[in-house]
């Protein structure tokens, strides 16, 4: 009976071990999509020098695409003075908390 229980709370430790670490993944991942977020607007808005732009409130307006090498695609919309405005970049997530703009396009 003994080693029933061990195993059994040896299997929800790693098990919980392992959930953790998915967690933290996902908290990982949503930071750099929070991130990139806050690097488009911040370079519409420097590139463009325009201000009191309005940005979509869902992160997945921003089709965020990971490349797998530590780039990051991004595309989407924004408006400025009720004029639609597509926007097409690339960053590059140099240590993990610092983006690189690699490519810039707004039409």
Same mark, same amino acid.
């Given at each position: 009976?003994? +080693? #029933?229980? =061990?195993?059994?709370?040896?299997?929800?430790? &790693?098990?919980? *071990?392992?959930?953790?670490?998915?967690? @933290? @993944?996902?908290?990982? @991942?949503?930071?750099?999509? *929070?991130?990139?977020?806050?690097?488009?607007?911040?370079?519409?808005?420097?590139?463009? +020098? #325009?201000?009191?732009?309005?940005?979509?409130?869902? #992160?997945?307006?921003?089709?965020? &695409?990971?490349?797998?090498?530590?780039?990051?695609?991004?595309?989407?919309? =924004? @408006?400025?003075?009720? +004029?639609?405005?597509? =926007?097409?970049?690339? =960053?590059?997530? *140099?240590?993990?908390?610092?983006? +690189?703009?690699?490519?810039?396009?707004?039409?």
């Amino acid at each position: 009976m003994r +080693k #029933i229980l =061990f195993s059994t709370v040896c299997a929800l430790a &790693i098990l919980a *071990t392992g959930c953790s670490s998915d967690s @933290s @993944s996902d908290s990982a @991942s949503d930071d750099i999509e *929070t991130n990139i977020e806050l690097a488009v607007q911040d370079a519409v808005e420097q590139n463009e +020098k #325009i201000d009191n732009v309005d940005w979509s409130w869902s #992160i997945d307006d921003y089709h965020i &695409i990971d490349n797998g090498d530590g780039t990051y695609d991004t595309s989407g919309q =924004f @408006s400025w003075h009720d +004029k639609l405005y597509d =926007f097409n970049m690339t =960053f590059e997530d *140099t240590d993990h908390n610092t983006l +690189k703009l690699i490519s810039y396009h707004v039409n």
